[in-house]
């Protein structure tokens, strides 16, 4: 029904950047919020950064200052602008959206398949 594709992962060393994106298709009739959240090995998932459809943003503490997320609704597309990456930020990075799907009253969330990113020191 909805398939959220995430690219831009991969390594990078400690202090440089990457961007992630993440693109939503489907049976879509509106998407509410849109984000990031992470998982490293042994630890549970947690929230990186979230924008809502009124604009909002949140962010962990822990990425605030370097991390930025931005969102196109015409591409249903959320990207993670990554500075300053720490080698704790290591971690598969997995898109998430709260759809409204066509027809449906009924409102659904969706992963995508994730994407590792992995800073070394």
């Known amino acids: 029904q909805v398939q959220l594709v995430e690219s831009g992962g991969g390594l990078v060393q400690a202090g440089g950047s990457l961007r992630l994106s993440c693109a939503a298709s489907g049976s879509i009739f509106r998407i509410n919020a849109m984000g990031w ?7 549970q998932r ?20 370097r991390f930025t997320i931005s ?18 930020d290591t ?13 449906s009253p009924y409102y659904n969330d969706y992963w995508g398949q994730g994407t590792q990113v992995t800073v070394s020191s």
């Not at 947690?46 to 200052?65: P, R």
């Not at 969102?71 to 704790?88: F, G, I």
């Not at 997995?94 to 027809?103: F, S």
């Open 46 to 65: 947690e929230l990186v950064a979230t924008y809502n459809s009124d604009g909002g943003t949140n962010y962990a503490d822990s990425v605030k200052g």
């Open 37 to 43: 959240y992470r998982q490293a090995p042994g630890k």
């Open 71 to 88: 969102r196109d609704n015409a591409k249903n597309t959320v990207y993670l602008q990554m500075n300053s990456l720490k080698p704790e």
């Open 91 to 103: 971690a598969v990075y997995y898109c998430n959206a709260g759809v409204w799907l066509n027809g």
